[in-house]
Structure formats: C-alpha cells, structure tokens
C-alpha cells in the first residue's frame, strides 16, 4: 500500500506540475519576472548559453530540493520526498521538451515526428510569435490545445 501511495504522490505531483508551470508561465513569467523571461521571447538574443529565463530552473528547484530536505529528514513528512521527485521527474521532462526538443540548445532529439511532437512545436511556436508580454497564448507546456494537432492554416477557419 506505501508504495503505490508514494507513486499516486510523485505521478499526482508530476501531472499537477503542467499546471503549475501553466500559472507561473502566464502569470509570473509574463507578469510580474518578465524582466527574466523576455530574453527568451527576443530572436537572437543570446550573448552566451545562458539566458536570464534560465534563472527559473532556480525557482522551480527550489521547492523540489526542500521537499526533498524536509521529506528525508522529518519522517511524519516523509511522503514529501516523493513531490520532490515528482517535481523533478517534471523538471526532466520540460528540459527535454523545451530546452533539447522545441529549442535544440543540445541537437539530441532532432527526429521526433508525431503528431504530437508536431502539435507541441506548433503550440510554442504560436507562442513565441507574439514577443511581448501580453496577449499571449499556449502557456503549457505538454498539454496543447487540439488545434495546434491540426495545420496551421485551419487554425482561424475552424475545420
């Protein structure tokens, strides 16, 4: 029963993260930290590796090493180690996703051809088409709207 409490825990966690990420991509990337992510959104903006956007890998690690820290040195909260991994195993997978797969700022993932890596791509890509700070769309990350599935010339006309 532990463990598949602790699994429940660390999936639940992993999933709750798309929404997490959703509202603070929205609402504090594209609020109150633009000054962070508008780099991201600027074509040809980088000076070196690194982007000030980077700074929220800080931000999301942060709750991700105390719920390890607390978790694994309280043992009443000891379930909180698993929103730990959760959050990393998260983390993992928009590294992948955004940074490898969308981004390629490392060529690892370059033949990825499903409708849903298409669908991704086309997300973020309408996305990024906007570089200012309001009027945005598509905030998540791996849960894209269904029309980004189809071509991007039906989009408007509702096919």
């Known amino acids: 029963m532990t463990i598949l409490l602790y699994t429940f825990i660390t999936v639940f966690t992993v999933l709750a993260m798309e929404f997490v990420a959703w509202f603070a991509h929205k609402y504090v990337m594209h609020g109150l930290l633009w000054n962070w992510h508008e780099d991201h959104h600027q074509p040809h903006h980088k000076a070196g590796f ?3 956007n980077d700074l929220f890998f800080l931000v999301f690690a942060i709750p991700s090493a105390t719920s390890y820290i607390v978790g694994l040195n309280v043992d009443a909260l000891f379930w909180l180690t698993f929103v730990g991994i959760g959050i990393s195993i998260y983390g993992l997978i928009y590294f992948l996703i955004h940074d490898v797969y969308i981004h390629q700022r490392f060529k690892w993932f370059r033949q990825l051809d499903t409708k849903y890596s298409r669908a ?8 990024h088409a906007n570089q200012a700070k309001e009027a945005g769309e598509s905030f998540g990350l791996l849960i894209v709207n269904p029309k980004y599935f189809r071509k991007r010339s039906s989009w408007t006309t509702g096919e």
Not at 120 to 127: M, Q, S, V
């Open 120 to 127: 991704i791509l086309r997300a973020h890509g309408a996305h």
């Open 50 to 52: 690194f982007e000030k």
